[in-house]
C-alpha cells in the first residue's frame, strides 16, 4: 500500500515562503510522476504542480508559475513544492499524489498539509 505523507505546512505573512515535503513509501517512487494540487474552503481542488519521473520536466498553474517550484528527490522518495512571495489566495490544504503509470489520473493522495497566508 502506498502511504504519502506531507509536512511542512504553517502559518506565513504575505510574501513570505514555506516549502512543502511528501515522503512517499515503497520502493518505485521514481517510476511515476507527482502532483501537488490544493484545496481552499469552498473551493474545488485545483492543480497546482506536476513533476515527471526523473525531475526533469515540470509543469505549473498559471497561478503560482515563478512563485513555486517543484522538485523531487527520488534517493529519498521526496517531491518537494518550494512556495515564494506567498499570497493570502495561496491559503489552502495541499495535497501530493501520484500519477497512474497508465493515464493521466491521480490514484494516491496524501492526507493534506494546511497553509495560512495572513495579509
Known amino acids: 500500500q502506498v502511504q504519502l505523507v506531507e509536512s511542512g505546512g504553517g502559518l506565513v505573512q504575505a510574501g513570505g515562503s514555506l516549502r512543502l515535503s511528501c515522503a512517499a513509501s515503497g520502493r518505485t517512487f521514481s517510476n511515476y510522476a507527482m502532483g501537488w494540487f490544493r484545496q481552499a474552503p469552498g473551493k474545488e481542488r485545483e492543480f497546482v504542480a506536476a513533476?515527471?519521473?526523473?525531475?526533469?520536466?515540470?509543469n505549473y498553474a498559471d497561478s503560482v508559475k515563478g512563485r513555486f517550484t517543484i522538485s523531487r528527490d527520488n534517493a529519498k522518495n521526496t517531491v518537494y513544492l518550494q512556495m515564494n512571495s506567498l499570497k493570502p489566495e495561496d491559503t489552502a490544504i495541499y495535497y501530493c499524489?501520484?500519477?497512474?503509470?497508465?493515464?493521466?489520473?491521480?490514484?494516491?493522495w496524501g492526507q493534506g498539509t494546511q497553509v495560512t497566508v495572513s495579509s
Open positions: 499524489a501520484r500519477r497512474s503509470l497508465f493515464t493521466s489520473e491521480y490514484t494516491y
Open positions: 513533476v515527471n519521473k526523473s525531475g526533469g520536466t515540470t
